[in-house]
Nanobody, 116 residues
């Protein structure tokens, strides 16, 4: 079974940067899309960015120009580089993998806290 493990979260001051990583392990099926979502307290989970198997990327308007998603197939790892962080970026960030045959898998989440 596919397992996703995130890392790289933490506490950072506004204007700072973090890089999140999500590594897949186990039996890895064909994956259509890998993405990062986030959920702030009292809010619904929202898409931050995703990347398709052909390399096309998509970003939420709120992070365009500040966040970059990338994928390293050799390492089974997807990254989220987050620059110019704002307090409103504070949330639990989740990695997701949309597979062809088995639906969506989720990681356990990693906390990102941006202080003002």
């Amino acid at each position: 079974q596919l397992r996703l493990v995130e890392s790289g979260g933490g506490l950072v001051q506004a204007g700072g940067s973090l890089r999140l990583s999500c590594t897949a392990s186990g039996r890895i099926p064909r994956i259509n899309t890998k993405g990062w979502y986030r959920q702030a307290p009292g809010k619904q989970r929202e898409l931050v960015a995703n990347i398709n198997s052909d390399g096309r990327t998509n970003y939420a308007d709120s992070v365009k120009g500040r966040f970059t998603i990338s994928n390293d197939n050799a390492k089974n790892t997807v990254y989220l580089q987050m620059n110019s962080l704002k307090p409103e970026d504070t949330a639990v960030y989740y990695c997701a993998a949309l597979t062809v045959a088995y639906g969506t898998y989720w990681g356990q989440g990693t906390q990102v806290t941006v202080s003002s």
